[in-house]
């Protein structure tokens, strides 16, 4: 939601410097019709290929919807891009979606990595250590 300015302005300089590489933006809300920030921006991205989007709004539907239920559904391609050397950087609601989504990480981690609870934490763990798995909790 709100906290998704800072990933505006990231993707702004990678624009403007012509950084190389993908960018993959999971945006969870409440409302597509209201809550949807930087719509305009994140569509044209998407349009002109340089965002992959994927979008979690929790009470448009009769089933709420949340940004790690999206992850799970791409797991094996999350998978494949943090095994590539993707940067990963959580930003949001500490309380609960920040919590739900690094153990829907660590989750994604365990099955496609084919790793036991322990050494999926220690993955995580690791992404920590090296800065590439950044959080911007509140």
Same mark, same amino acid.
């Given at each position: 939601?709100?906290?998704?300015?800072?990933?505006?302005?990231?993707?702004?300089?990678? &624009?403007?410097? @012509?950084?190389? =590489? +993908?960018?993959? %933006?999971?945006?969870?809300?409440?409302?597509? /019709?209201?809550?949807?920030? *930087?719509?305009?921006?994140? &569509?044209?991205? @998407?349009?002109? =290929? +340089?965002?992959? %989007?994927?979008?979690?709004?929790s009470?448009? /539907?009769?089933?709420?919807? *949340?940004?790690?239920?999206?992850?799970?559904? @791409?797991?094996?391609?999350?998978w494949?891009?943090?095994?590539?050397?993707?940067?990963?950087?959580?930003?949001?609601?500490?309380?609960?979606?920040?919590?739900?989504?690094?153990?829907?990480?660590?989750?994604?981690?365990?099955?496609?990595?084919g790793?036991?609870?322990?050494?999926?934490?220690?993955?995580?763990?690791?992404?920590?250590?090296?800065?590439?798995?950044?959080?911007?909790?509140?």
């Amino acid at each position: 939601g709100t906290g998704v300015a800072p990933f505006r302005a990231f993707l702004q300089e990678r &624009i403007a410097t @012509q950084a190389m =590489g +993908r960018n993959w %933006l999971f945006f969870g809300e409440r409302n597509q /019709a209201s809550d949807f920030y *930087y719509e305009e921006f994140w &569509i044209r991205l @998407q349009k002109e =290929g +340089r965002l992959r %989007l994927d979008l979690a709004f929790s009470r448009d /539907a009769e089933q709420k919807v *949340y940004v790690q239920h999206k992850l799970y559904e @791409q797991k094996k391609s999350i998978w494949s891009w943090l095994e590539e050397g993707a940067y990963l950087y959580l930003c949001g609601d500490a309380a609960e979606m920040a919590k739900d989504v690094d153990g829907m990480l660590q989750r994604i981690v365990k099955e496609e990595g084919g790793l036991n609870e322990e050494d999926a934490r220690l993955y995580l763990k690791k992404l920590k250590t090296e800065k590439r798995y950044l959080t911007d909790v509140y």
